[in-house]
């Protein structure tokens, strides 16, 4: 995570060129996982005042749509699918759906605002590889973000097209000691 400098109070001669341009950060693993170290680094970011959202597409259960953000520090908005459930399959309801789509299209609206410097999109590979967000539309997505909007993606089996756009992918393995 690279931090965003404020340059616009800086006298002219120590101003900085260019912006820090946003990274794209990959979190895969062969088994689905909650990827603790990078909502560590999410709580941290937004600890210091940096504005973070958290986005998980399959996770429900708590009644947590984009209209009902947690703020778990004053800069973190965490939301969640408006679903009674979590999401383990393709099989979806109209319903289930229509929340999903509603939480993909609201994730984009405001990341292409620039109303926060770092994204998580928790578990997006399962919700493409399950069909449920279309690979194109996150490809998409993720090449006309604003240019300092830091993401990072998780998840297992993350597609090809998306590593290959990467700035740094991160690969968790399990170990087992005796």
Known sequence: MVAQLETSTLSSEHRFPHTVEGLLQVFTSSHRSFFT???AQALVIASQGTPVLVVQFLKGGIRQGQDRPVKLVQ???WIRCDLPRCIDTPQLDEAEMRSLQQLWQYT???VYQGKYSL???DELSLAINLGL???DEVLAFLEQRPPH???ILTGPEMPQAIVD???QITQIRRSHCP
Do not use: G, H, K
């Open 133 to 135: 967000i279309p690979e």
């Open 37 to 39: 170290n990078v909502m």
């Open 75 to 77: 800069q973190l908005d």
């Open 119 to 121: 994204v998580v999109l």
């Open 108 to 110: 984009q609206q405001v």
């Open 149 to 151: 909007v830091d993401v």
């Open 165 to 167: 756009l990467a700035d």
